[in-house]
């Protein structure tokens, strides 16, 4: 089995110089956790928000597959740990994809939904995040490839087209998390959050 102690990840920073900070004090975070990491720079772009956001998971993931780094995860510079990283929690490569953080915001698409999957995780529908998310294999790398070409294509977030897919896709979330959180003002009152209300076993 790949434990988590065994991840590699790609972090999502701009180059825009404002983002400087960001990306010093992500990189001191993840010297901290002692995983190998790299940075992948998302040049300034006259495209919408949307389809840079979209764009940068897709170049991060395209980065995994050709760097042969799976399982990895792909994080946004605003992510800090909610707990500590669960180093010796086993990867479950049944999964499509694996949220390491959660989002109740409700766009429309349902309320947040958690189901026992096994002893270490739970099936997520319905969230609307990316802000924490982890490649199990290379299956998995291909459809969060297409999904992110999908949602250039329709100008939609990638998190959106998420939530619509969690309803056939099997999407899962470690029982200990939120593993990570969004610092954003905007983001963290949806992010920063416990999972007992969302669990409909």
Same mark, same amino acid.
């Given at each position: 089995?790949?434990?988590?102690?065994?991840?590699?990840?790609?972090?999502?920073?701009?180059?825009?110089?404002?983002?400087?900070? &960001?990306?010093?004090?992500?990189? +001191?975070?993840?010297?901290?956790? &002692?995983?190998?990491?790299?940075?992948?720079?998302?040049?300034?772009? &006259?495209?919408?928000?949307?389809?840079?956001?979209?764009?940068?998971?897709? +170049?991060?993931?395209?980065?995994?597959?050709?760097?042969?780094?799976?399982?990895?995860?792909?994080?946004?510079?605003?992510?800090?740990?909610?707990?500590?990283?669960?180093?010796?929690?086993?990867?479950?490569? +049944?999964?499509?994809?694996?949220?390491?953080?959660?989002?109740?915001?409700?766009?429309?698409?349902?309320?947040?939904?958690?189901?026992?999957?096994?002893?270490?995780?739970?099936?997520?529908?319905?969230?609307?995040?990316?802000?924490?998310?982890?490649?199990?294999?290379?299956?998995?790398?291909?459809?969060?490839?297409?999904?992110?070409?999908?949602?250039?294509?329709?100008?939609?977030?990638?998190?959106?087209?998420?939530?619509?897919?969690?309803?056939?896709?099997?999407?899962?979330?470690? &029982?200990?998390?939120?593993?990570?959180?969004?610092?954003?003002?905007?983001?963290?009152?949806?992010?920063?959050?416990?999972?007992?209300?969302?669990?409909? +076993?």
């Amino acid at each position: 089995m790949i434990k988590f102690s065994d991840l590699y990840i790609y972090y999502i920073n701009s180059e825009l110089p404002a983002f400087n900070g &960001k990306r010093a004090l992500m990189e +001191d975070k993840l010297t901290e956790l &002692k995983l190998p990491y790299e940075r992948v720079g998302v040049p300034a772009q &006259k495209n919408s928000t949307v389809n840079i956001v979209s764009g940068a998971h897709r +170049d991060a993931t395209i980065r995994g597959l050709e760097n042969n780094t799976l399982p990895f995860l792909i994080l946004e510079d605003d992510a800090e740990l909610s707990i500590d990283f669960p180093f010796d929690l086993n990867v479950c490569q +049944d999964a499509k994809l694996i949220y390491l953080g959660l989002s109740l915001y409700n766009a429309g698409q349902g309320k947040l939904q958690l189901k026992t999957y096994n002893d270490d995780y739970y099936s997520v529908k319905n969230s609307l995040a990316a802000h924490a998310i982890l490649i199990p294999s290379e299956d998995s790398a291909n459809y969060y490839i297409d999904l992110c070409n999908r949602s250039i294509e329709k100008n939609n977030w990638h998190d959106k087209e998420l939530a619509h897919d969690s309803q056939t896709e099997l999407f899962l979330t470690p &029982k200990k998390g939120p593993i990570f959180y969004q610092t954003d003002p905007h983001t963290k009152p949806v992010t920063d959050i416990t999972l007992g209300d969302f669990i409909v +076993d």
